[in-house]
């Protein structure tokens, strides 16, 4: 997965965030028993109706909690508002992360255990 915002462990796994190229989803990818090699990317989560270049969050548990919409787009070079972009609310999202089984994840959709 290129584009990776964040990157997070989770039940031997790499849990990723994904924002580039109008990609936007949650992916995860199990790594070797030595942890340098990580194994095909399973989505858990893409094209959720409130993405809006998704980023940071935490890990709790068995669960991701994180911004679905950073709003990055709205800021100029410089980090300032454009003058005609307003700043939405902010959203945080709940991901359940499954534990060890592959669980394919449809459009708009979050995978669960």
Do not use: C, W
């Not at 945080?92 to 255990?113: K, W």
């Amino acid at each position: 997965m290129r584009g990776i915002d964040v990157l997070y462990v989770h039940a031997g796994a790499l849990i990723g965030i994904q924002t580039v190229l109008g990609l936007e989803r949650v992916g995860r990818a199990h790594l070797s028993a030595d942890g340098r090699h990580a194994g095909p990317v399973q989505i858990l989560e893409r094209a959720h109706p409130t993405f809006d270049e998704p980023t940071t969050g935490v890990v709790v548990g068995d669960t991701l909690f994180y911004l679905a919409n950073s709003q990055t787009k709205r800021l100029d070079d410089f980090g300032r508002l454009e003058p005609s972009s307003r700043i939405g609310g902010t959203i945080l999202l709940r991901l359940r992360l499954p534990a060890h089984e592959i669980i394919p994840a449809r459009r708009g959709t979050t995978a669960r255990p």
